[in-house]
């Protein structure tokens, strides 16, 4: 598609040729464009919550600094007698089910009928839990809100160590990074901050028009997203070029009276003369730069404008489509789904925080700061973790990542991007706020993350191309069997947890692979090639290829 043209999608719908309807020199309320900047619908955020993708900040290098991880004054919903009445109320007969079941569960003394009691009480927990999801785009009463976060659905069930620490933890997002609880995540969902998860999307006929006006609405959406992270993303690299080029300028003007001649300035210096090839290329450059910015504003103006012109055609079908399947509905069925994997089929589904079954450190709990906390680690060893190349540009961009309050060992992605935006939108990983080791949990959600970037990226030819070719050719080479994916997300575990420390665990050829597809970050690399010949000549291939090229 031309820069500037119509979506064909969208001209074919209305019947008309897809033809240019912005310029460059276009401002809104100018002819050729909205007056309305329809991007602003997008800049709204929750209490708690995360902004769009369309508002992620390209310029961002890394994750601000945590100045709290408790609160000086602790909560006091946990110290509420009224805690458990209030956390079953209003959720109908289901409520009374699972008050029954949980009764049984505790009173039983028989092995056997406790764990039917146990199997019996998961089934009907998750039945009640939706009717609490439900709500969470309103005002939670704090016992409803923290049994979605924490899964505390009675106090009393931990012992008063831990239910001291749990009512310390930080209850706002300060950091505005896109971490969430599970009633921020339900509330973003329902309220429209955030979009259904793509696993969830409800299937229709092509022949609907409402809804398949509202599915290219989406689409467009998504584009007007990715153009203006990008606009603002050239905006600060044309900014960082200026002051370059204005310090550079600035050296020449610099100069020193002639030996013997105190009214004369000397020559230009060699790294005066070096400053004027230099600046050669920074003007062309700025060339380059400006040149990118007049495409990224033609594609902004008309995602603008298709955006426009959609909500025209939905207002004219009637103000909008509804869907049968609400919303949080169907983000809860694709969360419970990830709370299983997340644990496992030989895991602790045990649905509740309990004493019984809770013994993580308070390092190794997955609240909010402590996940940040990792995250910025993995980063400091990962250069690209969270990276994603667009148009020769690799930008960073941390996914939403969902707090799931159970006793699961390992993280995953169930989405590595938005399927409308594929350049700047997030991805999705979930983490299990109780596993055993919260870096563990972390990398294995990060890795999968990874592989599915790197699989989208090469898409047909995820076998022979990028990470995923160069990992699946030497799978194959090993004649190693199982998984793919699941044995890359081990292989990268080790990758950050020994190798980066200088502990030789992978298999050679393997560990090239890693460095060249996954670098670690110029620290790493440095501290590394000291402490043995391997990373030695992995480092010195790393110079040699950053000298031709190739690289």
């Known amino acids: 598609m031309f820069q500037g043209e119509m979506d064909p999608e969208i001209a074919a719908l209305l019947g008309t040729e897809a033809k240019p309807k912005a310029s460059a020199g276009s401002f809104a309320g100018s002819p050729g464009a909205p007056a309305t900047d329809f991007a ?6 929750l209490e708690g919550g995360e902004a769009p993708s369309g508002d992620i900040d390209l310029t961002i290098a890394s994750f601000p600094e945590i100045t709290k991880r408790f609160e000086s004054i602790p909560i006091e919903a946990f110290n509420d007698p009224n805690y458990y009445k209030v956390a079953l109320s209003g959720e109908g007969d289901i409520a009374q089910r699972v008050h029954g079941i949980l009764q049984k569960y505790l009173n039983a003394k028989d092995p056997k009928d406790k764990g039917v009691f146990r199997q019996q009480f998961i089934l009907a927990y998750w039945d009640f839990l939706i009717n609490v999801a439900r709500k969470a785009p309103g005002k939670l009463p704090d016992p409803k809100k923290y049994l979605l976060r924490f899964s ?21 997002d300060y950091l505005k990074e896109p971490v969430y609880y599970l009633d921020e995540w339900f509330k973003a969902v329902g309220t429209g901050t955030v979009r259904n998860s793509s696993t969830d ?11 398949r006006i509202q599915q290219l609405l ?14 603002k993303a050239k905006d600060e690299e044309r900014t960082n070029q200026e002051k370059i080029l204005a310090d550079s300028v600035q050296l020449i003007f610099e100069h020193f009276p002639l030996d013997g001649f105190r009214d004369i300035s000397a020559c230009y210096s060699e790294s005066q003369k070096r400053v004027f090839g230099e600046i050669m290329e920074i ?28 909500q025209d055609k939905v207002e004219e079908e009637g103000g909008g489509i509804t869907v ?27 649905p509740i925080l309990t004493s019984e079954y809770f013994h993580c450190m308070p390092n190794d709990i997955g609240y909010r700061e402590n996940v940040i906390s990792v995250m910025a680690w993995i980063e400091s060893i990962d250069a690209e973790a969270f990276c994603r190349f667009h148009r020769n540009r690799l930008n960073r961009i941390i996914p939403y990542v ?7 060992d390992s993280g995953m992605c169930w989405e590595p991007f938005d399927r409308y935006n594929r350049a700047t939108s997030r991805g999705r990983i979930v983490v299990p706020m109780y596993s055993k080791n919260l870096q563990t949990a972390m990398l294995s959600a990060v890795g999968d993350l990874r592989w599915q970037v790197a699989k989208e990226k090469a898409s047909r030819f995820w076998m022979e191309d990028g990470l995923t070719g160069a990992y699946y050719q030497w799978f194959q080479k090993m004649k190693l069997k199982g998984d793919v994916k699941e044995a890359f997300i081990s292989d990268y575990i080790t990758w950050m947890l020994k ?10 050829e393997l560990r090239g692979v890693f460095w060249r597809h996954m670098p670690f970050t110029k620290p790493i690399k440095e501290k590394l090639k000291n402490r043995s010949y391997v990373y030695q000549d992995l480092f010195q291939r790393d110079v040699n290829r950053s000298m031709s090229d190739g690289y």
């Not at 049968?324 to 045990?350: C, L, P």
């Open 40 to 45: 602003s619908v997008f800049d709204d955020n």
């Open 499 to 508: 190798e980066s420390e200088g502990t030789q665990k992978l298999d050679k």
């Open 324 to 350: 049968d399947v609400k919303a949080v509905d169907t983000e809860f069925e694709t969360i419970k789904q990830m709370a299983k994997m997340t644990i496992g089929r030989q895991g602790n589904h045990f």
């Open 152 to 172: 505390i659905l009675h106090p009393t069930f931990l012992d008063g160590e831990n239910r001291a620490l749990f009512a310390k933890f930080v209850v706002n």
């Open 283 to 310: 003007l062309k450059n700025l060339l380059k730069v400006d040149h990118d910015l007049d495409l990224f504003l033609k594609e902004y103006y008309q995602a603008e404008q298709d955006v426009k012109t959609l």
């Open 201 to 211: 999307e409800v299937r229709v006929a092509k022949s609907n028009s409402a809804i």
């Open 218 to 231: 989406e689409k467009a959406q998504g584009k007007l997203d990715g153009a203006r992270s990008l606009l």
């Open 402 to 408: 969902v707090l799931l309050p159970t006793y699961g």
